[in-house]
């Protein structure tokens, strides 16, 4: 069924009730003009003989009679004197022209005294029949088609301006949303009003803005997880290569255990070796499963104390930094953070693992701020600086020597867009992250 456009109902509906007063008013002008006519009548009849008896006053009776004769003659209004035999009747001339088959004619009488020459006083009679409804009749129709024609264009003209004014702004909403379906950032509808239709575009304004608002939030996050699968693919090529190697040597070494081969008869020292291989590994799957647990709860963040979370971290590495004769100093005060406190605790954990791992015999840890930023600085060798620089700077996790727990870090930092830098020196590497952020 084919739809009817707003613009024709409206045009019609208007019309329709333009055209029905138009009908309604030339009915009643129809029916109401009779008695207006009869009225005016009346007074023009009577106007005519107040001014016809005083022109009479002071003339004699023959001459009177003669002069309403005469003006009988050439007038509607038929003029007489009343006569002594109907002074209590109403007498009326027989060439009056008085329809007596119609039941609308009317008739009107006017009567006036004047004196005659000689001091007689004489009743003047003005008579005039009337077909009243004839008469509107007549000039009903002789105006009637004009009238029409003129209130039926008018009619036209109205209905079709107010249907446009109507119309219009609906008109404008519609061009608009088709420009919105296509997401046009700048296309919003113009309010010039304040009325329902001034309300109705405000709402879709805002309705308009809070969607391109959602599609941009939806674009981020699904920028956010492309990024996140990347890092995914990165970390598990890492990992992959990571768990691949000590695997092998694992193996080999319990085959040439099981083989009594060579050296590998001392069974004592190799199962040592193997048992530091599985520590090893068993770290790696550790770093896997927190990395995973990270992913699922990165948008928990809160405010996180880096003085409580660095010395809880540095009890683990304790026994270890004694070992190796490595000082621990922690220049941390009240400074905080806002962040996932899983993300924080993967990051200084691996961080501080690396540096008592490969920090040089008898050297030192030390972790604090400087101008703002979050620093780790500990003695190492040129070529463990090496190795460090090699976990930053690959896009990849392919450099040989590069440990997972380091690429666990670089990409938890650039995940959580933190700043971060690292300075060499001649014998120490300085590590900083900018991890001072305010909450967004």
Not at 62 to 68: F, K
Not at 339 to 346: A, E, F, R
Not at 375 to 402: L, M, V, Y
């Amino acid at each position: 069924m084919r739809r009817s456009g707003l613009f024709k109902k409206i045009f019609i509906y208007t019309f329709s009730v333009f055209s029905t007063l138009v009908i309604c008013l030339h009915l009643a002008i129809y029916f109401l003009f009779p008695p207006t006519y009869l009225s005016h009548r009346q007074e023009s009849i009577g106007q005519k003989a107040t001014e016809i008896a005083q022109s009479l006053q002071g003339k004699d009776s023959q001459a009177i009679q003669e002069v309403l004769e005469l003006y009988s003659k050439s007038s509607d209004i038929k003029g007489a004197v009343k006569g002594e035999m109907t002074q209590d009747k109403l007498e009326v001339n027989d060439n009056l022209p008085i329809d007596k088959q119609r039941q609308t004619a009317s008739l009107v009488i006017e009567e006036r005294e004047v004196q005659t020459k000689d001091g007689q006083t004489m009743t003047l009679q003005f008579l005039a029949s009337m077909d009243l409804q004839k008469e509107a009749e007549d000039i009903s129709l002789q105006f009637l088609p004009y009238t029409l024609l003129a209130s039926f264009i008018i009619s036209l003209l109205i209905a079709f301006i107010y249907a446009r004014t109507i119309v219009a702004p609906i008109l404008e909403i519609k061009r608009v949303t088709r420009r919105m379906m296509d997401l046009d950032a700048e296309v919003r509808l113009h309010v010039d009003s304040k009325d329902e239709i001034g309300d109705l575009k405000e709402q879709i304004n805002s309705l308009y803005q809070h969607l391109l608002t959602v599609i941009a939030d939806l674009h981020e996050k699904n920028e956010a997880i492309l990024q996140l699968e990347k890092m995914k693919v990165e970390f598990l090529r890492g990992a992959s290569h990571e768990l691949k190697t000590p695997l092998a040597s694992l193996k080999i070494l319990l085959e040439n255990m099981k083989a009594n081969i060579g050296r590998y008869k001392d069974r004592d020292h190799y199962l040592g070796v193997s048992l530091g291989i599985v520590d090893d590994l068993s770290h790696h799957v550790l770093q896997i499963l927190s990395l995973s647990s990270v992913q699922e709860l990165r948008d928990k963040k809160e405010k996180i104390n880096l003085l409580e979370m660095t010395d809880f971290l540095l009890k683990d590495y304790d026994l270890l930094a004694k070992e190796r004769e490595i000082s621990v100093v922690n220049q941390l005060t009240d400074q905080q953070t806002y962040l996932n406190p899983s993300v924080l605790k993967l990051i200084l954990s691996n961080l501080i693992s690396n540096a008592v791992k490969h920090s040089v015999q008898g050297g030192y840890l030390k972790i604090g701020t400087e101008d703002g930023w979050v620093f780790i600085e500990n003695a190492c060798t040129p070529e463990e600086q090496d190795k460090f620089e090699q976990s930053f700077s690959s896009s990849s996790r392919q450099s040989k020597g590069a440990g997972l727990g380091l690429f666990v870090v670089k990409s938890l930092l650039e995940n959580e867009e933190i700043d971060y830098r690292f300075e060499r020196y001649e014998d120490h590497l300085v590590f900083y992250m900018n991890l001072l952020q305010k909450p967004e």
